[in-house]
């Protein structure tokens, strides 16, 4: 059985319709399977600060989160969080390290999201959650990640700072170009294994998603990791950064490209 978490709180957001976009999501999940899901957070404007702004004020929808997903943990059920930002994730990966600490981490993204304070040159809250986790710097919100259970996919946007921390904690990175069922499979071997998809991996035009990168996964490549892993080997799944169009055709397309990927959960 899967457990629906929503984050509808402001976590750093930069743009408007992050928000939006995970409840567009989550509304369709719940009128396709019949699922209750768990609405964290009240919507705010979005606003480009830096993380020392925005972390204080995402602590409410943190905490929100990591409550809801340690009573999905307590019950036993997958666990499938619709996040408005990786930021979100500051609140889900130290449980899953304490819970699961031989879990491997699948970091679907465009970008290594392993800055700190003193590497990052954005100052944008969601580069720097996998550091956080694994406890290169003090979120306030817990670590215990073991670097060497991380595998970046389809990452190709990293700082050169960040590059030398990644090296440095021994994470795997995996290119688009490397890409493919057996790679991941060999990464994970039998491993319990926790997923994080941040929309911007894949190559532009796909669907709306902030910070996009050229050169970036197929959709069939992700649909492909879903296929290869045994379904009793995900813990969780979590989906984060569309950000919903004006247009409702983009929506439309985007949540079919989004259902149709994660469909073998719900098998």
Not at 106 to 135: K, Q, R
Not at 164 to 180: E, T, W
């Amino acid at each position: 059985m899967n457990n629906l978490i929503v984050s509808q709180g402001r976590i750093a957001d930069r743009a408007d319709n992050m928000i939006a976009g995970a409840a567009i999501i989550a509304k369709a999940l719940e009128e396709k399977y019949g699922l209750n899901a768990t609405y964290v957070g009240k919507p705010t404007p979005s606003v480009n600060d830096s993380w020392q702004e925005s972390l204080p004020l995402a602590k409410n929808t943190l905490e929100g989160l990591r409550k809801a997903l340690n009573k999905g943990i307590k019950e036993n059920k997958r666990n499938i969080m619709l996040a408005n930002t990786c930021s979100a994730s500051l609140a889900t990966l130290p449980v899953v390290a304490e819970v699961y600490p031989d879990a491997r981490l699948l970091w679907i993204d465009a970008h290594g999201d392993f800055n700190t304070p003193e590497t990052t040159e954005s100052g944008y809250l969601g580069g720097m959650v996998v550091a956080a986790a694994c406890g290169l710097w003090d979120s306030g919100h817990g670590s215990g990640l073991n670097s060497k259970n991380v595998i970046l996919i389809g990452s190709r946007d990293i700082d050169p700072k960040e590059q030398n921390l990644l090296n440095q904690a021994q994470v795997k990175i995996l290119p688009p170009s490397q890409v493919n069922t057996q790679n991941i499979l060999d990464a994970i071997g039998g491993a319990p294994v926790w997923i994080h998809i941040d929309w911007d991996v894949l190559e532009p035009g796909y669907l709306p998603a902030d910070y996009q990168v050229p050169n970036g996964l197929t959709v069939m490549q992700i649909k492909e990791i879903f296929q290869a892993i045994p379904l009793h080997q995900i813990l969780g799944v979590e989906l984060a950064e569309f950000n919903a169009s004006s247009d409702e055709e983009v929506n439309e397309n985007a949540k079919k490209i989004i259902l149709d990927i994660i469909a073998g959960l719900f098998e």
